[in-house]
Every structure is written in C-alpha cells, then in structure tokens.
C-alpha cells in the first residue's frame, strides 16, 4: 500500500471522496432557499401577506410555542398518525405475507384492495368522519388506510422475492413455520419492507392531515384551516412546516433503522 | 448407510397438459461408506436425482430409502450442498456456517464455540464476521461446506458444489472435501459434469442418460485411496477417464 495514501488525514479524505461536500449539500440548498425567502419579502417583490417573511414565521412559531397551541395540536395529529400507522401496518403486513403465501386470496381480494387503492382518499374521507365521527379515530383510520397499501404491495414483493433455493435449504435442515419466518423470509424482505415504510411514514402525515381537514376538533389540519381564516398567514406557514418536520424525522427515523439493520447491504455493495 | 433407488421417476405437467419425463425410471443402490459420482449430459436430472434423495422432492413414481426409511421429507441423516453456495446474504460467514446449529436451537455460545473449531479446517480464519459477497468463489464454498459438516450428515448429497469454480481451485476443494471425509466415513452422492473430478474422487460412477435420465453406465473406479491430485496423469487414471468419457459421448447422438 502506498505510504501518502494510509498517512493522508482522514477529513483530507472524505473531502477526497466528495462525502464533506456532498452531505453539506442539501444544507446549503436549505441555506439557499432561505436567504432567498429573505430578500424575496424584505425587497417586497410579493405581498407580505401572500409571503410573511421568515422573520415573521419564527415569530409565529414562538408564540405557537410559547401558549401552547403548537404542542396540543402537534400532539393530536401525531397520536392519529401513531396509531393509524400501527394499524396499517400491520394489517397490511398480515393481509401481504397471506397472499404472498396463498395467491388465490390475491384474487379473491383484488376488488376490494384495487378498489380502495383507486379511490382518492380525499373522496371518501368524509365517508369515514361520517362512520368514526370527528373525534381522533376517523383520523386513525384514514391514515391506516393510506398506509395500508404501500406496506401490502412491498410485503407481497418482498416475500415472494424469497429466494427458492433459500426455501429449499431451510426445508432439508428440517426448520419450522416461524424459524422459515424469522431466520429466512423477514431478514430477507426486509430491505423491500423497509423502504415501504418510508413511503408509509410520509403517506401518514397526509392521511390524518386530509381526515382533520374535512372534520375534526384539534390537529394541525385544523390549525392550517382556521389559521388561513384568520388570514394569519405566518400561522399556516409554522404549522405546514411542522407537518414537514413531522413527515421527515419519521422518515429520517426509519432511514436510520435501515442503516443500522441493512449493514450486510452496504457492504455486499 | 445406504441409499436404494427403485424405480424412481420425476416428470411435470407441460403447459399444454401432457406429462413431460424428467428423470427415470432409474434404480440403482449406494453402499454405506461409498463415494457415488453422478455424470451425465446437462439437463438429464441429475440435479433432479439428488432433490429427490435430499427429500425436496417427491418422485412421482417408485421409492427411494435411505436405509430402511422411505424418503418422504428431508431426513436428519442428510445434508445437502447445492449448486450455487446458497447461503444468506445477510448472514456473516459465523452466522451462515452456524445455521445447522440455531435450527436445533443451540445457544449462541455454542454456536460460536464450535464453527471457531471448524474454521481453521475450512482456512475461513479471520473471516468470521464478513458477508458472503464479501468472500471469493472458493471461499463462499467452503462456508457452504461448512454449513453441511455441522449437520454431521451420513449422507452427504452435493448437486455441482464446484461446478462455478475455476480448475485449480475446484481440485483443491474436492480433495479437501475428501481429506474431511477421511476423518470419518461417510456416504456421498456427488453430481459434476467434470470427468476426471468423478474419477478423483468416486468409488463409482454412474453415467446418466439424456432426458428422462436413466442408468446408461455404473463404472467401478478402482484406484488406491488416498487419492491425490498427481494421479490424474497415471495410466489407471487415464483408462477410466476415457472409459467415462466413451459413455457419456454414446450418449449424444
């Protein structure tokens, strides 16, 4: 091995590799983005009411904080999304391995599943505040609808991309229903479970944001709502961007178990 | 212990419903101790064969035993080494060889205690915790028989297991598999379409016909044992080799 290349610095060599440059990256696009929100309000180029400047949003913000109103309706959405997202999980998960293992059942349920599927949720949201009423469950229930399908289609993928041979070799070493579950088939699907999650976490802020926009009593869908009222428009901007940080340290959550768990992927790369 | 092969036919249903034969009918016997070489024209069920004698695969007509038990599912007196290593990719080389083991529910202690013993053997040393893709051809086979020597099988069946190898370090394998073997006496159904592989290493080889595969050969191999890699330019050596290639070229036409 060459003796410069083992000596050289390691900061000397990630800037080497481009990894400094390219994780500050999507920083210095926020950076960007701000800075030109900034001039954009501060030169009046658009109605300050269209456009509050960030001065004015990180005002909202503190008072949202400071009285509380943030955290109680933060609390709700977050609750619906919580439960809503265990339900759909699973269900999706239970429903997925089923017919991954029986394909008729794929059959049988097409209609009901490929129906749901098609159906914009904003369209029979109402239908569900109607059913579950207004309180947090119809929100419970949107989201675990939303997510249902993603977590479906990536279960059945993800099982049936077992391997055979896989299969074979767990059979000639005599192993059980769950050993087959647990040693072969998770760890193996669990890339493609994974990456389902990701998209679920996202679809789930949208599924209890659009069931507290047609019906609800607290959550930041009706934070948006009655803020947009009050034409107080830093208000709506504090509350979007908290659904944002929401929807991705959920996502950043699950893209931090994948890293940890997906070792093996990362290396075999 | 032995196999006994009666009558055993594999056939499918074709797309357009007509039975397809795949293999047999065959019969044939292997001894307890005996060193079976399977060899044939590609696509004759050889591989098809050894499913069948590992249990993955019911015969749609005759039996096979093993011993006196009738080969319904895979039986715990088998292993099987398949023809590609087949082993998880998300499994560190510990983790893979120790499969065997965590099926019958040893601890992890145990488990660890007893693949660091068998590395050296394997000359997997210091790769314990690297992933397959990790490890070279040779390598990632000699995880793969690891994995079988845990089973500490009777009956040892390997579908190709170095059939992706090259030459030199193929040879090398085999006669590691037969040194391993030395220790103590096993039954082994070997399948190669590699020739003086079969001659190297089997008591017996058996030469199988085009589709349906059945018996077109049982040639005795009578070299001295040990068998090292320098007796494939001896005169015995040579004889049979040919005399197995004879076989299987009657074969094509």
Request: charged share 15%.
């Amino acid at each position: 091995m060459a003796k410069n290349e083992s000596t050289r610095p390691d900061t000397a060599r990630f800037i080497a590799h481009g990894t400094i440059l390219r994780r500050l990256s999507p920083l210095a696009t926020v950076l960007v983005l701000l800075l030109a929100w900034h001039w954009i309000t501060d030169w009046r180029l658009v109605s300050r009411i269209l456009i509050p400047p960030p001065a004015a949003v990180l005002e909202a913000f503190t008072q949202a904080m400071v009285d509380g109103t943030l955290a109680r309706h933060t609390t709700t959405t977050l609750g619906e999304m919580m439960v809503g997202l265990l339900f759909g999980v699973s269900v999706g998960l239970a429903i997925g391995y089923a017919i991954a293992k029986a394909p008729l059942l794929e059959y049988i349920l097409s209609p009901v599943i490929v129906g749901f599927q098609s159906t914009p949720i904003v369209a029979y949201a109402p239908l569900l505040i109607i059913i579950f009423g207004t309180g947090p469950s119809s929100k419970v229930v949107t989201t675990a609808v939303i997510v249902f399908f993603p977590t479906l289609v990536n279960t059945i993928v993800g099982i049936r991309g077992v391997s055979p041979r896989l299969r074979d070799l767990m059979r000639s070493l005599n192993a059980g229903r769950w050993q087959v579950l647990l040693k072969l088939e998770l760890p193996s699907a669990l890339p493609v479970l994974l990456a389902g999650l990701k998209t679920s976490t996202t679809l789930a802020v949208i599924g209890a944001v659009v069931g507290e926009f047609v019906g609800s009593g607290s959550g930041l869908g009706v934070l948006v709502i009655s803020a947009r009222s009050q034409y107080d428009t830093p208000l709506v901007y504090v509350t979007v961007l908290t659904m944002t940080a929401i929807a991705l340290s959920l996502y950043s959550l699950v893209a931090l178990v994948e890293w940890r768990v997906l070792d093996w992927q990362r290396r075999s790369a | 212990m032995r196999l006994s092969l009666q009558g055993v036919e594999v056939g499918y249903p074709a797309p357009s419903g007509a039975y397809l034969p795949a293999l047999g009918p065959i019969s044939f016997d292997v001894a307890d101790d005996e060193f079976v070489c399977l060899v044939g024209p590609s696509g004759c069920g050889k591989s098809t064969l050894i499913r069948v004698l590992a249990g993955l695969l019911p015969p749609t007509a005759g039996t096979a035993y093993c011993g006196d038990e009738l080969i319904n599912r895979p039986l715990p007196q088998t292993a099987i080494m398949f023809q590609d290593t087949n082993l998880m990719p998300w499994r560190t080389v510990l983790d893979n060889i120790a499969l065997p083991l965590e099926i019958v529910g040893a601890t992890k202690t145990e488990r660890f205690r007893i693949v660091r013993e068998l590395l050296p053997q394997l000359n997997l040393e210091g790769f314990e915790f690297a992933y397959p893709a990790e490890l070279s051809g040779g390598m990632a086979q000699r995880v793969a028989l690891g994995r079988v020597i845990l089973q500490q099988p009777r009956i040892w069946l390997l579908d190709e297991p170095f059939g992706a190898l090259d030459a030199l370090t193929r040879e090398k394998l085999s006669l590691e598999l037969l040194r391993l073997r030395g220790r103590s006496q096993q039954t082994i159904v070997l399948v190669t379409h590699d020739i003086s592989e079969a001659v190297l290493l089997a008591d017996r080889i058996i030469v199988i016909s085009r589709r349906p595969g059945t018996l077109a050969a049982d040639i005795d191999i009578d070299l001295p044992r040990p068998r090292s890699a320098d007796m494939i330019y001896q005169p015995g050596f040579l004889r049979l080799a040919k005399q197995v290639r004879a076989c299987i070229e009657d074969l094509r036409d």
